[in-house]
């Protein structure tokens, strides 16, 4: 399997390459918090880009369970979602769940 970084920001040596300044998170400040930053919204962007997959996939599910005379939502299914969500990040967790099974199946 391969692994993907989502690192944008080049490395030390290319942003500073006299190599004269003190290495460290505190050497400049501002700059640390720039790169940062672009990590995360990179990130933010990954994660949407992810919420799209689920939703297909979700919206895959629900089509295949109503064209056989189903319901769209299936409540056990959602509460070992909601479980799973819990158990990794506690009550955030479980409200961040909620969110998401509504973006996949719309309100209830
Ligand atoms: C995708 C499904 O259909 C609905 C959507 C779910 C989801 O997005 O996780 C979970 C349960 C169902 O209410 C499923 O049953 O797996």
Redesign the pocket.
């Known amino acids: 399997m391969t692994t993907q970084t989502t690192t944008t920001t080049p490395p030390r040596a290319a942003a500073d390459p006299g190599g004269s300044a003190p290495e460290g998170p505190d050497a400049d400040p501002e700059a640390a918090i720039a790169r940062a930053r672009a990590d995360i919204d990179a990130l933010d962007e990954e994660i949407v880009r992810l919420l799209r997959r689920?939703m297909a996939?979700?919206e895959g599910?629900?089509h295949i369970?109503m064209a056989r005379g189903g319901r769209?939502?299936?409540?056990a299914?959602?509460n070992e979602?909601l479980r799973r969500w819990h158990a990794e990040l506690g009550q955030p967790g479980t409200a961040l769940a909620m969110t998401?099974?509504e973006l996949?199946?719309g309100r209830v």
């Open positions: 689920r996939l979700s599910v629900q369970r769209r939502t299936d409540l299914r959602e979602v998401l099974l996949c199946r």
